[in-house]
């Protein structure tokens, strides 16, 4: 249970991004630019010891770190184009996508409660959410959602892949750079930030705290966790950010709301402990040096 609080307590992290980003109302691109180059850090530490012989895994980290890029920009279109509940809602098809894939591209074995959970919990979601918001195009707004969620299951699966050779804190900083080349590439100049001031530190702090660190931490559960049981537990994710939106931004939460809040924590508990019922019968894996 140990790496599946690691998965679960790094998807929480990312919920946490509203306390950064929304007070200091910088464009997303360039809330991205900070982020990232904050989850770069580690780099200068990490290069030496890198293990770039293996070929496999540094193609893997390579395409983590295209996907990421694509992903933050298709889902922050998505955002900004039209209603915020059909661009979280196709954003979070990704779990599913997971579940299906991971048996196919990892040769894992098929979790039939993560299959059970990813509609069920995509349903909690759609409570807590409630009815769109915002005007604009429905239909355009729900394909840039679902294309960040196609590149977000990348992320994950290459991140699997990846940390068979490179660490978890390899994984989190080595790609950022290759994500900031990526991200200038799409937004050009418009990411850099406007100056060194309290919102641009705020940012920063932001992705040091839930950019590097949450991913640091999902990244040490992921190698010891189910793909598609991961992909089920993201779903904090969102329902942190309606908890803080609640809690700290007066947002509305409804009854309803609370219920499918619910729906999501009960489904990933009743995914994790399939988890635990198999391990209790087999070896526990060493850990990679």
């Given at each position: 249970m140990r790496h599946f609080a690691m998965v679960a307590a790094g998807a929480t992290l990312w919920g946490c991004w509203s306390l950064f980003l929304r007070p200091a109302g910088l464009t997303w691109s360039q809330n991205a630019f900070l982020a990232l180059v904050a989850m770069s850090l580690?780099?200068?530490?990490l290069v030496r010891g890198a293990?770039?012989?293996?070929?496999?895994?540094?193609?893997?980290?390579v395409v983590v770190g295209l996907a990421d890029a694509a992903n933050i920009s298709l889902f922050f279109a998505a955002m900004k184009h039209g209603p915020v509940s059909v661009a979280v809602l196709t954003h979070y098809l990704a779990p599913l996508g997971l579940a299906l894939a991971a048996p196919w591209v990892l040769g894992e074995r098929r979790s039939v409660r993560a299959l059970v959970a990813a509609p069920v919990t995509l349903?909690?979601?759609a409570l807590l959410i409630g009815r769109p918001e915002g005007t604009g195009d429905a239909g355009l707004t729900a394909a840039l959602g679902s294309g960040s969620a196609l590149?977000?299951?990348?992320?994950?699966?290459?991140?699997?892949?990846?940390?068979?050779?490179?660490?978890?804190?390899?994984?989190?900083s080595l790609h950022a750079p290759v994500s900031l080349v990526a991200l200038l590439c799409i937004a050009g100049t418009g990411a850099l930030p406007p100056a060194l001031d309290?919102?641009?530190l705020q940012v920063f702090a932001g992705g040091a705290v839930c950019g590097l660190a949450g991913t640091c931490l999902f990244n040490a559960g992921l190698r010891h966790v189910p793909t598609a049981s991961a992909g089920?537990?993201?779903?904090?994710?969102?329902l942190t950010a309606s908890v803080v939106g609640w809690a700290v931004f007066s947002e509305a939460l409804t009854p309803v709301g609370v219920g499918g809040g619910l729906l999501v924590l009960a489904a990933g508990v009743w995914v994790a402990s399939e988890r635990r019922a198999t391990a209790s019968a087999a070896p526990t894996p060493a850990a990679a040096p």
């Open positions: 580690p780099v200068p530490l293990a770039w012989r293996d070929r496999r895994a540094t193609l893997a980290l349903l909690g979601l590149f977000f299951g990348i992320i994950v699966l290459g991140t699997k892949a990846a940390t068979r050779a490179y660490s978890p804190v390899a994984v989190a309290g919102a641009t089920a537990l993201t779903y904090l994710e969102p």
